[in-house]
C-alpha cells in the first residue's frame, strides 16, 4: 500500500514493513512475516521495482515478528540485514526476549496470532548473519536512513529516520494498535522489556520532527513525531 509517492507499506495494521523508494534502490525497513514474502514482491512492483532493487534490510529490533523474510533476502540475494549491536544476538536467534507481562483480551490476541500462523511467523527464520549498527549511524542505503537509539522496547531497538521521505519507522518503540488489547491509537507496545526506559527514549523520539510515523504495528501516523511522542506518554500516564 502506498503511503506517500517514495513510501510503501507491506502488511498491514496487525504486522507491518516499509519500502523506502530512492533512485538508486530500495531500503526495506523490518521485514514483517516469513509469510510476508508475496506481499513484499507485490509492493515492490506496484513500485515499479523488484528484489533486484533492494540494498538492504534495516531491523528496528530483533523480534522474529520483524525478522520475516530477512533472512531469504539476505541468503538468496545477497541482501545485507542491518539491526543495532544490542538486538544482533536477538535476530540471530541466539537470545530469547522476556515473555510479556501486561494486558490481553483474547479476540485481538488471537486475531495476531492468526495473522503470524497466516503469514508462517510461528516458524522463525532467524537472520544467520547482520551487520551491526549504532546510535547516529547514517546509512549508505537509498534514502540516507539515519539510526536513532531507542532502547526499552529491546536493548537494541532503533527508529529508523529518512529525511528524505519526511519518515520515521519506530518498530515497537509505539504502536499506533495494540496486538494484545485492539486498542488503537498511539500508545506503548506490549512485549516491551523496560517499559520506563522506552518512556524516557520517546523524547528522542519527539525530536526528529518527521511527519510520518511508521509503526510495526497499527496503521501509518502523519501527525509528526511530537504530537505521537506526546499521545503516547498521554496514554501511557492513563492507563498505569
Ligand atoms: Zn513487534
New binding site residues.
Partial sequence: VQISPSLRRVGNDVVAAYLVLADDGVTVVDAGLPGHWRALVRELAAAGRTVADVRGVVLTHG?T??LGFAERLRRDHGVPVLVHADDAARARGEQKPPTHRGPWRLGPTARFLADAALHGGLRTTYVREVQEVADGDVLDLPGSPRVVGLPGHSPGSIAVHVPAVDAVMVG?ALTTRHVLTGRTGPQPAPFTDDPEQALVSLARLAELDARWVLP??GAPSDAGTAAVARQVRERSLSTS
Fill in positions: 523480534d515478528d520483524h515497537d510495526g504495528h
